[in-house]
């Protein structure tokens, strides 16, 4: 069944206040939730009460403190027929934490309690209208055996707490009126890192970060970047912090990687834990930013949450825009925006381009949990950073402001915030709202003529059909755009360009040559820029352009023309010959030039991704894209012997430290040796394997192991096994172990994850575990892509195993199938063979709709 975003009505009964009693326990927790509820005026008078349910059945109701009968169930829910406009409703529920699989709702995690409620968790907890527009404050009584449960968390502040024989108890309040979702309860054995943060208006905030007693020396990142972020949020945004307690804890058993709970974030240990022995770089800028995305969430999301679920994006785009812009802030601007562009393209330009895809607010689902999507979140962030563009920092900032003040309190819809922009920001968005209503990402093809001593400029955009969606209008599109000359390499005003029609033309006058076009600079619109581009204007854009991004795209853009040559299969030995050399070139004018820093030159080394070149073709083969790809690096290793050797030892030399420089050092020195391992194997796993037995950091160790993991070399056991008996214990790392695996170069990494999948540390309960395995190698292009079809196979194995312990990460693994129409006949046909086999077997209510939704 559809769920569709025009049947939206308001709930018939408002629930001011909640109150909970948990008697907990890891077997079997009993939950009395009483709620006060009134006629909403708002709304159609109805005589009875949808409370929803899920996997729970009411022990006991009564209405008023009397038992009542006059209830019935539909499906999950219960019907609670009332007789006047305001009561008293309790319901009694039994439920099992550790028997709860999926992770939705009350769950054990490693001995302890905790919740995960967003989207419809909570009605696995109690019977509750569990939609976000139901708004209430919560009384939270708990009491539970002390040994087991010595710490007792929920949302807002602790008011009493009190012993009781073996038993101890606890009572919060939340003041703040909250949708169910962002509930939370915590009980375990936990230890605390704390610390305080005084808010702008003087409010002394105490701040835990609770996990496992052995964690606590791994929680020091994580602290500071809570307290970076509410400073940031005060100084960028104007947003206070609003409880005096705020609390993070980190659990191993999570669906996703942390959830935003009013004062009680729930964490996935991943977005915490980090010092510099056990996580890598990434691994802490992960955390710097889910940090600060859960606490941004404080506001939008929080204070002002979502009417409805098609509204998702209202929090999860501008929250994503904002820890993205808090990002950019603390490290380097640019790296971080290539970043972010690289993953809208790796996972949401193929989401966009295939069997589901959907608005940033979609029109319908039938599991909410699909729809947390790279659409909603990353191309989210950019329609609103497209608003940012366009009315620049000051004036984004007023109508954020006046988008706060206006809805603080309220459940909002998208329409909402977009109303605020007009009005705060001064920006006329009629045309605009299109970004929220149509799928697929334009394409905008971009032509420049010269003649005389003018240069004129064509532009033209196409937004593609997607499935419900046939026709499309064209959208406004923000284009930041450039020219230069040939000759001086001076550069002309950057000008910002809204191309809202089919076409435009400018002219520019001035130009005896023909000027190098340099078109959505910073990229300024979550598009495909189609351009008529010699090779030669694309290296001189990638050793010119002085935009970072615009640079880094050039170089790109000259990579993936000269794979899909090759790939085309059209290629003389000369053509090929002198395209590599033009991408030598200009990797060597990228390995030269002092200006860079390494961070940056780190990002223009990348290689596009193989599922990136795959998308800019009607239908690919991933095997000849591998065999492309890896052939032209070898070729520039070939090349660029020197140069990478050079690199790598300079960047050796460079002491351990978190700073900017050191960083980047790192990030190049595996690069190098990633290139140079695909000319040179023998060398190259030489160099690793010194460089992993002497590391004294985790970067550098993982880098070294993750190129000795693609090469044929007998290093390569001998660092594996040294690995895993070295961090034996270590859940976060062990991950590690085993996603470098499933994601190498080795030419039997499918067998290999045949056989890591019995692995004793293997099992399908911990999604951490499940994704390190089977997201790594479904990511993974020439093994998930083997020419017989057991990639495919496997994963839909997978799939059919799983769904039945946690359907939510179960149908994550759906999407990777459904690009069979965009992949060869032949691999296609076996990946459709594998939706039509999932389709006919028996699935839960998540896996069902992407497996439906990817057969089309
Ligand atoms: N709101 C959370 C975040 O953006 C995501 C939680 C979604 N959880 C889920 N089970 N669907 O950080
Ligand atoms: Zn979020």
New binding site residues.
Partial sequence: VSIRREDYMPFPWLVPQVAMDFALGLDETRVVTTLTVERNPAAEASKTIRLNGDEIVPVEVTVDGEGWSDWCMDGDDLLVTLPGAAHTIAVTTHIAPAANTKL?GLYASDGMLCT?C??E?FRRIAFFPDRPDVLSTYRVRMSGDREAFPVLLCNGNLEAEGEDGEAHWAEWHDPWPKPSYLFALVAGQLVANSDSFTTMGGREVALNIWVRDGDLPRTGHAMESLKKSMKWDEEVFGREYDLDLFNIVAVSDF??????NKGLNVFNTKYVLADEETATDGDFDGIEA?IA??YF?NWS?NRVTCRDWFQLSL??GF?VLRDQLFSQDMGSAPVKRIEDVRILRGVQFPEDSGPLAHPIRPDSYQE??NF?TSTI?NKGAEVIRMMRTMAGPERFRAGTDLYFERHDGEAATCEDFVRAMEDGAGLDLKQFRLWYAQAGTPKVTARLEHSGDTATLHLSQHVPATPGQPDKKPMPIPLKLALYDRDSRERGAEQLVVLDGEELTLGYPGFATRPVLSINRGFSAPIVVEREVSSDELVFLATHDDDPFARYEALQELVVRHLKAGASGTLSAEARQEGELAVADAMAAVLADSDLDDLMRGELLLLPSETYVAETMERADPAVIHAERQGLRASLARALETEFLALYERAAAVPFAMSAEAKGARKVKTQALAYLAAAFPDRAAEMAFAQYASADNMTDRQGALMVLTGLDVVERTNALIDFYNRYQGNALVIDKWFALQASSMHPHCLEHVRALADHRDFTLKNPNRVRSLYMAFAANPHAFHAADGEGYRMIADLILALDPINP?TASRFVPPLGRWRRIEPGRSALMKAQLERLAAADLSRDTAEQVSRSLG
Avoid: L
């Fill in positions: 939705m995960q967003e989207a968790g669906n996703m990687g942390a959830m935003e889910v995305h859960e969430h999301g929090k999860e929250t909410i949990s947390y979140y939510q």
